[in-house]
């Protein structure tokens, strides 16, 4: 289960993907620039999101 925590206050989200239910799976993407974004993506193709933020920083998937 993809379960993102954030280290400063302790809020926690689930994240699933709206078409298909499934958990969604935490990965990074490297821009063009060189610089790396977390992501949470469907496994099944239906594409990915911005890492959830909280407390101004990206939380943490504890999957
Ligand atoms: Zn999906
Ligand atoms: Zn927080």
Known sequence: ???YTCP?????VNT???HCGADL????IVLDS???VRIAE???GHGNIKSPL???SDMACSA
Do not use: L, N
């Not at 799976?25 to 990074?28: A, L, P, T």
């Open 8 to 12: 400063s206050c302790d809020m926690s």
């Open 16 to 18: 699933t993907c709206g």
């Open 34 to 36: 060189g610089a790396e």
């Open 25 to 28: 799976r935490d990965d990074v």
């Open 42 to 44: 469907c496994p099944e």
């Open 54 to 56: 909280c407390c101004g």
């Open 1 to 3: 289960m993809a379960v």
